[in-house]
């Protein structure tokens, strides 16, 4: 029997008040979104709790500049190319409120007890009193999310007349016939659009009078709604888009502008593969390593378009394909673990291109500029991890005329069997951080990174047979 899914939304807890006069006599104070976030955020500071989990890279540059635009209680826009995290980090946001708030129960905008809002709200509250019905909403339920797209419309953030409403027999003028879009529906929470710039720029006026005013104007009706909420924004730097551009009065409302950037250390890109990846099978961590600089490689080659960025999803999907490799050897081999090796890196250069734009004048040779840089950074790992080591014992396997035969299709176990005992296999395993006791997965992982390490720093010749396997000799 297999355990049930676990429910997105916690269930409510039963000793919360369920009325206004409840809630009132529990001692509960309102306090407006952006104070939650305050408050709850300098509490975090004091105790040195982790304020935004599963964030890496940012904690020196980035993270306390949102930690000082929540402080200062600003909507933030967010500014960096694709794959630096900025949706990640958006929606870590949501972990710094109330866990539980209260709601008048069926409002449609989510309105305080203390505090509603709406004429049908306002109308309740002055006829039950204290008997309003409260109800509870979770932090998980308290953000909203539009990803920006051409077709969006004032309707979809704002809101319209809802038809439906009017024919029911209700006057036009009547505020009740509004069907409110995301933006107030989202009131007392926090919501999010995703790539602003490309919103059309008549949309985006929409949000003036959000970030402004804090009211809402549809189809003539201007209420005076004082929205509660946070508003954050993503976007390329405008520099780097032709895709559409922030309008200036909206990006002089936002409070913060915050730049967004890759890794800066190869150790931080390793630190996020490693968090990030779903690995099928076991990757050493001198191929994360490995893979990492092969990211970074990417991204700095004068080759590949710099301003559209290189995602870090590049190397996630990276290590997991490198992983995927390593299983289906194992599946082929009918070896009992799965252990990835270089040669399952070779397979990232053709599967991994369509996440890299090049420049125009390199059409036609995309393959060829991710396997060289693939090389390059192979090169730079062995540099960095086996630098100092004497490896002649491996290269004294191969002066009589030896081959070693390894790749795609070669097991463990009989890599290991061509080489035998090697003089300084146990100094190299070290380095690699593959233990005292490596698996044979693992020493032959760490056999094959030596040969290709000593290949790319050419002391030893390297051949490819029709088979796909590898061929490494004097």
């Not at 509250?125 to 051409?150: F, I, Q």
């Amino acid at each position: 029997m297999t355990d049930a899914p676990t429910p997105i939304t916690p269930e409510t807890p039963t000793d919360l008040p369920r009325t206004l006069g409840e809630l009132r006599a529990s001692g509960h104070e309102f306090r407006t979104v952006k104070e939650e976030l305050r408050d709850n955020l300098l509490q975090r500071l004091r105790s040195g709790a982790k304020r935004f989990p599963g964030i890496v890279g940012y904690d020196d540059t980035v993270l306390p500049e949102v930690e000082r635009a929540l402080l200062a209680g600003h909507d933030m826009v967010l500014l960096g190319e694709r794959g630096q995290g900025k949706t990640r980090l958006i929606r870590g946001l949501i972990d710094l409120l109330d866990e539980w708030t209260p709601v008048i129960e069926g409002s449609e905008l989510r309105e305080h007890p203390y505090l509603p809002l709406t004429p049908g709200s306002r109308r309740l509250h002055a006829e039950m009193g204290d008997l309003l019905p409260v109800g509870w909403l979770h932090r998980s339920e308290r953000y909203g999310e539009k990803l920006a797209t051409p077709d969006t419309s004032v309707g979809d953030l704002i809101g319209d007349v809802d038809p439906i409403k009017v024919a029911e027999g209700r006057a036009l003028g009547d505020p009740e016939t509004i069907h409110f879009g995301l933006v107030p529906r989202t009131n007392r929470g926090i919501f999010a659009v995703n790539e602003l710039p490309d919103l059309a720029e008549r949309i985006q006026v929409s949000l003036l009078n959000v970030l402004e005013e804090r009211d809402i104007q549809v189809r003539g009706y201007q209420l005076r709604l004082p929205l509660d909420l946070l508003l954050v924004a993503s976007a390329n730097p405008e520099d780097y888009t032709n895709r559409g551009r922030i309008i200036t009065p909206l990006k002089d409302r936002f409070g913060a502008e915050i730049r967004t950037h890759y890794p800066l250390e190869v150790e931080l890109e390793t630190q996020l593969i490693r968090q990030e990846a779903a690995l099928a099978a076991s990757v050493p961590e001198h191929l994360i390593e490995t893979l990492a600089r092969y990211t970074r490689g990417v991204r700095e080659s004068p080759a590949v378009d710099s301003r559209s960025g290189v995602s870090a999803r590049f190397a996630i999907a990276a290590a997991e394909t490198v992983a995927a490799s390593a299983l289906r050897r194992a599946g082929l081999r009918n070896e009992s673990e799965a252990v990835a090796r270089v040669c399952d890196t070779v397979s990232v250069t053709s599967t991994l291109r369509g996440k890299v734009e090049f420049d125009s004048g390199e059409e036609g040779r995309e393959t060829e500029v991710l396997a060289h840089l693939l090389r390059v950074a192979t090169a730079e790992t062995f540099r960095a991890r086996l630098a100092g080591l004497d490896l002649s014992g491996f290269t004294d396997l191969v002066t009589e005329g030896a081959i070693i035969e390894t790749g795609d299709l070669v097991s463990a176990e009989e890599l290991l069997a061509q080489i035998g005992t090697v003089p300084g296999l146990a100094k190299v395993l070290d380095r690699l951080g593959l233990g005292d006791a490596p698996t044979p997965g693992q020493a032959a992982s760490g056999v094959e990174f030596v040969l290709e390490g000593l290949h790319l720093t050419r002391r030893l010749a390297k051949e490819f047979t029709d088979d796909g396997r590898t061929l490494y000799g004097s």
